[in-house]
């Protein structure tokens, strides 16, 4: 080799590398931190394997970086985050009836597969009937099955990794949506659809949502000790007033350190059939937009969230109301008709009888704040309007009860005096045992006595879990009384007053604000001063139909009569027949020109099983007879009961089977206006406040998005996706695409 040659490779080779050691040297200074950044991001994120076990172990109080709901985990000092929930409520009103669809947004904010439990309440009226499950873009419809068969498939589901829904009745008027499966940080969008009757009274159309589960006083188990046996052992039975305490027990946040969770939209069509005069939302902003004389559309401000109740009434505008309407529907090979029949208000000669009333006022803690003072003045002006011939006695209760008189005394001013006096110090705490009172007020000392109209007013929101035994109460000892149930507050239990006040014999009055306490109380008055429709019949001429009520209530003043019934052909006259107070009255109605309803022929169902829980509750039937009826009726018309189920299921697996399932009870607010430590006490265990400000936009954006029917394409969120790893992925191949550009351009220069 030319030594000149190799001379000159040998000062070649200092240049090149002079210039690559200056491009590497740059690579170094800009690639080489965004590298071990990468990295680190990249080492943050747990494998499936560790995300499947995090929960328990990595959430701990020190571990708690921002807002969260915190519930007791399995181990002491451990806790797992609650799923977070949000929903949208569409309602269509046709007339006599409201069309639902329920959209709820499940978020699961943990790096674990969860399975959430949501009580939701609902209309105690209403015919629960569709299930749909959204995941992806794939939509799961669900099927009515008996309950425990529905509890079968969706365990097995849950069990092997598929995602599943599933929807019970807790009561008529509680229902519990249990999603088994939701991934780490992931969405799932379930529907639910059903009917519901529009409620008329004097003249004033209404429809009710519960959006809050208000929670529930569940009475201790009694133990009941029997005689000796015949071996000599003795032995008791445990009677449990609430066999079901669990499944209606949810946490419960409050509102002084939390943030509220569960935001809700509503979105009502309303659809009167006639022109609407004053459309009112009494206890939440809404926007209102007529859209011509019959048809307003309503919708929910923003930053609304499921606290209290909805209410929304509508008036006729110019004219009353229709004496009678009557609307038909057909469905299958079968026709079915809902009636209104208003009896005219006749003047009449009133019952001269005095009255003897006791009135009932609940003071315990959930009680407390407006509730109380809403339920002392209603009580007050009750009181006001007692006359010098009546009588009357007090009884108070939270966990304990005092009769205000040994028995009822006359209504003279100093009586009336000393009563207003104890009904103004009353104070709300403690719990709510309602069944000592309420056995109280029916114990009546003379029950052969007609010189007297025997009332009963009892004032409550309800929250109790024993309702079935105070219904059995009713039943069994109501005798010559009346019950009328006064609901106070922003959730109060609808399906306790409404089924009490129809086995009572009486009316249901709902009290929701201070404003509200002098108007619903003098239609309470009219009631119980005004002689009621008695001797109700209704019959149509085409032939025996399947008519329900069964046995038709009396009516008070203002109130019309509600039949549903399946018919045999869409011909003749409904003949509704009765007495108010000494003079006769009768309507007949052509059956044919009756205008078409939506709907009907699943409330016509829910309202037989209804009357199937009411026989069963007064011994007409018994409970074998009561069962099949109404599991015969369900399967039918597709109906949630206590006997069936709706049960969805995603055959394509999400979960493995080598990651475990968590359980996440979904929080509920406190209802608005209830106190915290008066319903769990001052030393109750707070839970760390929610931050949901991340989901509130994004959860009901979406819930809005998917309200509509889900068959079309929907702009769903793409759930459980890798998209952090390819994040990292893309930005890695950018950094070493940076080297070789680099590199390669430091190559150019050197040649």
Partial sequence: MNPLTLNRKKRSIPRWVGHSCRAIGLINLLVLPLIALAATLFSAIPSRAEVSSSRTQQMTLDDV??????????????????????????????????RTRITQIFTNPSNDWVEAVYAYPLPEDSAVHGLKMVVGKRVIIGQIKERLEAKAIYENAKAVGQKASLVEAARPNLFTNSLANIGPHEQVVVQIDLQEPVRLSNDVFSLRVPLVVAPRYNPAPVTQSADVSANGNDWSV????????????????????????????????????????????????????????????????????????????????????????????????????????????????????????????????????????????????????????????????????????????????RNVSVAREFVGSLQASGGTEMLEPLRAALNDARPADQSFIRQIVFLTDGAVGNEQQLLDTIAAKRGRSRVFMVGIGSAPNNYLMNRAAELGRGSFTF??????????????????????????????????????????????QGEPLVIAAKLSSLSGVLTVKGTIGRQPWEVTVPVANAATGEGLSKLWARRRISDAEVENTLGISGIDETNNRILKLALDHGLVTRLTSLVAVDKTPSRTQDQPLTRSDVPLNLPAGWDFDKVFGEHADRKADIDIQNIKQIALNKASEVAGDVQEQLPLPQTATDAELRMLGGLMLLLVSAGLFLNRKSGRKSS
């Fill in 65 to 98: 970086k921002s807002g969260s709901l915190l519930l007791q985990g399995t181990a002491p000092g451990h806790y797992v985050e609650a799923t977070r929930v949000a929903t949208d409520v569409d309602i269509v009103v046709s007339g006599p009836t409201a």
């Fill in 238 to 413: 445990v009677a449990d007033p609430v066999p079901d305490r669990e499944k209606i027990t949810s946490p419960v946040l409050d509102r002084r350190i939390n943030a509220p969770v569960n935001p809700v939209s509503i979105k009502v069509r309303l659809q009167a059939g006639f022109n609407l005069d004053e459309v009112k939302s009494h206890f939440h902003s809404v926007k209102t937009e007529a859209i011509d004389a019959q048809t307003r559309l309503i919708t929910f401000l923003d930053g609304t969230h499921a606290d209290r109740d909805f209410e929304l009434t509508w008036r006729p505008k110019e004219s009353k109301v229709p004496a009678v309407g009557l609307f038909r529907e057909h469905v299958g090979d079968e026709d079915y008709a809902i009636a209104y029949v208003t009896p005219p208000a006749i003047q009449q000669q009133k019952d001269a009888r005095p009255r003897e009333i006791v009135f009932v006022i609940d003071n315990s803690g959930s009680m407390g704040g407006p509730s109380m003072d809403q339920a002392k003045a209603s009580l007050d002006y009750a009181l006001s309007r007692l006359k010098p011939a009546d009588q009357f006695n007090i009884i108070r209760f939270d966990d304990t009860m005092n009769l205000l008189f040994v028995d009822t005394v006359k209504a003279d001013a």
């Fill in 511 to 556: 009290i929701g604000s201070g404003e509200q306490v002098n108007d619903r109380m003098r239609d309470l008055f009219v009631k119980l001063e005004n002689p009621v429709v008695t001797n109700l019949v209704a019959t149509f001429s085409s032939g025996n139909e399947d008519m329900t009520p069964s046995q038709l209530p009396d009516l008070y």
